[in-house]
T-cell receptor
Framework: LAKTTQPISMDSYEGQEVNITCSHN???????ITWYQQFPSQGPRFIIQ???TKVTNEVASLFIPADRKSSTLSLPRVSLSDTAVYYC?????????????FGRGTSLIVHP | GAGVSQSPSNKVTEKGKDVELRCDPI?????LYWYRQSLGQGLEFLIY????????KSGLPSDRFSAERTGGSVSTLTIQRTQQEDSAVYLC????????????FGSGTRLTVV
């Protein structure tokens, strides 16, 4: 199972772009990269998932370099409501037996 | 449509008592997961059900923990002889077929053992 490393915490201000980088040096060929967001007293919420290059949705962008040994979640113009814990997961999502493994995540605090 | 539902939302129990936590997954989802989250920690995988296959119990921390899933739908997580270290939020999630991302988590049951 590929191990991920991400910062424990980050601080930002409203309106800024936030980039959270996750390292996964031993990512396997079939592994995808998935990011989740968790607010206090709630379960995690799926944000974005990708395999290579760039993926964008209405919430965030995910940048994955060619070697796939890291990935960056980009949140454009954050607001106070983006204060949450963000988890980076790596795993083989196919085959019908994928068990997402969560680490400590990155606690993002957005200041006024 | 209805999401993953967990009950109770909060449970306070005395040390040594047994507790049952319930999870109602999204209708038609064949895969069901249980996790627990201690204060300030990440999610710890407990058990995974997929269709009619034998569950993956590799995450259960001790034999005091067990879970079942009846009729491929509702799941119950049982903790026997609860200990204070069992205090945590217990989260359930389901997915259509056990692949892809996990889109659907319940809000969890906060268990406090006193």
């Amino acid at each position: 199972l590929a191990k991920t490393t991400q910062p424990i915490s980050m601080d930002s201000y409203e309106g800024q772009e936030v980039n959270i980088t996750c390292s996964h040096n031993n990512i396997a060929t079939n592994d995808y990269i998935t990011w989740y967001q968790q607010f206090p007293s709630q379960g995690p919420r799926f944000i974005i998932q990708g395999y290579k290059t760039k993926v964008t949705n209405e919430v965030a962008s995910l940048f994955i370099p060619a070697d796939r040994k890291s990935s960056t979640l980009s949140l454009p113009r954050v607001s106070l409501s983006d204060t949450a814990v963000y988890y980076c997961l790596v795993g083989d999502i196919g085959g019908g037996s994928y068990i997402p493994t969560f680490g400590r995540g990155t606690s993002l605090i957005v200041h006024p | 449509g209805a999401g993953v539902s967990q009950s109770p939302s909060n449970k306070v129990t005395e040390k040594g008592k047994d507790v049952e936590l319930r999870c109602d997954p999204i209708s038609g989802h064949t895969a069901l997961y249980w996790y627990r989250q201690s204060l300030g920690q990440g999610l710890e995988f407990l058990i995974y059900f997929q269709g009619n296959s034998a569950p993956d119990k590799s995450g259960l921390p001790s034999d005091r923990f067990s879970a079942e899933r009846t009729g491929g739908s509702v799941s119950t997580l049982t903790i026997q002889r609860t200990q204070q270290e069992d205090s945590a939020v217990y989260l359930c999630a389901s997915s259509l077929d056990g692949s892809g991302g996990l889109n659907d988590f319940g809000s969890g049951t906060r268990l406090t053992v006193v």
